[in-house]
């Protein structure tokens, strides 16, 4: 089936130190997003990628970064985590992402949950 | 700015009876898309409805149903005959020109 993979499921990392979370389709979707979800909390957008065009969401700190080498993966980095870092991070792909289409509509991943310790 | 609220943090319904989930939004486009989406505990965010914001009919998939008020920019959930596997926190989303901006949720119980 296709589907939205995200490695691994639960991450612990130590205060400071960096990580980099994991995200895979095989839906051959040409955006993908990753999102930050604290508890109760709605989730709230880093950044996305259109293709290979990066977009940074305003309030996204410096802290965190990422990468897509290809159509099918896209990483999160945070450089150096901090307690406040400590959240669902979910990875999303949608075929396209404007307004003008019916395929807009985001398949998301099972999240990675982090812990900072 | 789009914005998106839920008033309601949590709801309860009894098995079999239905529900109504409240979101309102705001946005100064005159075409976007209007989704519910269902995280269960644990479990990965799914789509459960989407509604286009110039289709004046409200969209239904089985047991969901929407009103969609366009002047009023409401958009409510209800859930007909609900079942234990409704159990989950219940998302309200909007894109317009920008990516996805949820409400902050409504978390629903089902009582057997």
């Known amino acids: 089936d296709a589907m939205v993979i995200q490695n691994p499921r639960y991450q612990v990392t130590q205060f400071g130190k960096p990580v980099t979370l994991s995200c895979s389709q095989t839906?051959?979707?040409?955006?993908m997003y990753w999102y930050q979800q604290k508890s109760s909390q709605a989730p709230k957008l880093l950044f996305h990628?259109?293709?290979?065009?990066?977009?940074n969401e305003a309030d996204t700190p410096d802290n965190f970064q990422s990468r897509r080498p290809n159509t099918s993966f896209c990483f999160l980095d945070i450089r150096s985590p901090g307690l406040g870092d400590a959240a669902m991070y979910l990875c999303?792909?949608?075929?396209?992402?404007?307004?003008?289409?019916?395929?807009?509509?985001?398949?998301f991943g099972p999240g990675t949950r982090l812990t900072v310790l | 700015a789009q914005t998106v609220t839920q008033s309601q943090p949590e709801m309860s319904v009894q098995e079999a009876e239905t529900v109504t989930l409240s979101c309102t939004y705001d946005t100064s486009e005159s075409d976007y898309y209007l989704f519910w989406y269902k995280q269960p505990p644990s479990r990965q965010m799914i789509l459960v409805i989407r509604q286009e914001a110039y289709k004046q009919q409200n969209a239904t998939e089985n047991r969901f149903s929407v009103n969609f008020q366009k002047a009023a920019k409401s958009f409510s959930l209800k859930i007909s005959d609900s079942q234990l596997g409704d159990a989950a926190m219940y998302f309200c989303?909007?894109?317009?020109?920008?990516?996805?901006?949820f409400g902050k949720g409504t978390r629903l119980s089902v009582i057997a």
């Open positions: 839906l051959n979707h040409n955006v």
């Open positions: 999303a792909t949608s075929r396209d992402s404007s307004r003008w289409v019916a395929d807009n509509e985001q398949f």
């Open positions: 989303a909007l894109t317009g020109n920008t990516p996805l901006v």
């Open positions: 990628y259109y293709d290979k065009d990066f977009n």
